[in-house]
């Protein structure tokens, strides 16, 4: 919520800042489905390979990179103020 609020401003009480909230949640979530199709194309890839390790009890119990945020350009620094 904080990454939010610093991207696009106070959403609770902004409908402005709260759209702009809803479409970076939208843009995130698409990076975040085509990141977890890659690691399923790796995964199907190392199965072919005889190179697949057994997975877990839930899909998430495999240690796969997250991608990162966005920078952040604030005040038209990076970072911050």
């Known amino acids: 919520m ?3 609020e ?3 401003g106070p959403f609770q009480h902004d409908e402005r800042a709260l ?3 809803l479409d970076v949640l939208l843009v995130l979530r ?3 489905k085509l990141h977890l199709a890659a690691c399923a194309a790796v995964r ?5 390979q005889g190179r697949r390790t ?4 839930t899909p998430f ?3 796969c990179e997250r991608p990162p945020l966005p920078d952040l ?3 038209g620094r990076p970072g911050g103020p």
């Open 2 to 4: 904080r990454y939010l």
């Open 6 to 8: 610093l991207v696009v």
């Open 19 to 21: 759209t702009a909230a």
């Open 30 to 32: 698409d990076r975040w």
């Open 44 to 48: 199907r890839a190392e199965k072919r």
């Open 54 to 57: 057994p997975r877990g009890a």
């Open 61 to 63: 119990d495999r240690e």
């Open 73 to 75: 350009h604030l005040n």
